[in-house]
């Protein structure tokens, strides 16, 4: 099976050496998404809720250009910087995944990359 790279201006560009995605066979595996704006580059402005949001809208944009879609998400793994956030961090999930979210694993880190209260990475099904 080929491994091809996933690329698009829709979310950031990686800032280390990875890609943002890679589909392999049916396959797409997501970097992990901070909130940084696409156009900008920079972190958005607010709290858990607005970060989440801006996760969420990088890797629908990363899973479209894929040919997939968040509808079609089977895992994700949720680092949060505080799990206090975590009720509010799921309000915003859940508009996104609705009644059948996939399976996914959310723990408290540390720390993120560049101050992030959120990062999320996915591996979804091509449609």
Excluded: H, W
Excluded at 62 to 68: D, Q, R, V
Excluded at 76 to 98: H, P, S
């Amino acid at each position: 099976m080929e491994r091809e790279v996933i690329r698009t201006d829709g979310a950031p560009q990686p800032i280390g050496p990875y890609v943002q995605a890679v589909r392999v066979g049916q396959f797409v595996f997501t970097a992990g998404q901070i909130p940084l704006d696409p156009a900008s580059g920079r972190m958005v402005e607010g709290g858990i809720e607005e970060q989440t949001e801006r996760v969420l809208e990088n890797l629908k944009a990363i899973l479209e250009a894929a040919g997939s879609s968040l509808s079609r998400v089977v895992r994700t793994t949720c680092f949060l910087a505080n799990l206090e956030d975590f009720a509010a961090f799921n309000r915003i999930y859940a508009k996104y995944f609705g009644e059948n979210p996939p399976p996914r694993t959310t723990v408290q880190a540390a720390r993120l990359p560049a101050g992030a209260l959120v990062e999320i990475d996915c591996i979804a099904i091509v449609e």
